[in-house]
């Protein structure tokens, strides 16, 4: 059947259930899956040899509506709201990977179709959107159903940080980074030092479940996936300034698609002015995708991976 028919399909049957009838349906659905909601969903699941396990995802929702924690009631909220648009395949996946935004969708899915994450691309692997906050919402499902999980996120420190001791007692402003920060250090404030500690030490990785990907030092400092990448192309960090000149030879040279100001704080840049990769991802901000796709056709996806991206895809392929 085709899409709309399955969700004619089982809404005819869920007019049944309402008269208080009882049905089983096995499905590999998704649009079946989105349709009916979290709470009529029993999930079979891979155990071990010979063995599968069934989850209750009813009792998920039910649990959570029944708290008298606010942030469980939002939650319950969260589950109804978002599972039916989209993201019932994550109960089909054998691993998720949680991401932010489009350009990040497309760099990982075109990762996966290199020799060195082979294993991946012959997996199920669910793509799960979720901006910078809301990975964290999605812990309680991961943990019951026991999927391996990764989650790329940006560190977002403060922006106008730019020396190495400024950017490492700096704050973050991404709330999934300090939920599961808090997990291990419920008293320590999530300073960028404290995180590239917290990573170096593999504490991101929770119960080999769940692996927080994140920018850091190795990655020059960088605070989004964009300024990783020309930070690893062009072996720099966010630190480094150069001439406007140097930059025009640097795009032109690479053929990446991405913009130099000809202005910094209202005044005109000259060619010998000297300017940061920050300054020219602030120019670039509204040509992401662009800048993506110039990765991509240029074919500089491999040398292009950011260590934090690496470390990641090679941990979910394990």
Known sequence: MHPQMQQVFIKYL???????????????????????????????????????????????????????NLSDKELANFFDWFFEIGYSEIVFADKVIFYEGDTERLFIRKAMTLEKYKKLSQQYVAFIQVGGAYAKNYEKLIRLLGIKSLIITDIDYEKEKLTVADIEDSTITNATIKHFYSLNHPTDNALVKNLYAWKNTKENIMDNLIYICFQTDHDGYARTLEEAMLNKYFSMSVTDLYKTSEWVQKRNDSKLDFSIPNKKNDKKISDEDMVSI???LASTSGNKTDFMYSVIMNGYVENIMPEYIDGGLLWLMQ
């Open 14 to 68: 869920m007019d049944y259930y309402h008269t208080k009838l009882q049905g089983l349906i096995t499905t590999h659905s998704n649009e079946m899956v989105r349709t009916v909601g979290l709470s009529h969903l029993r999930v079979i699941r891979h155990a071990g040899n010979f063995k599968s396990k069934l989850y209750d995802l009813s009792t998920l929702l039910k649990d959570l509506k029944k708290s008298e």
């Open 278 to 280: 920050r300054d020219i």
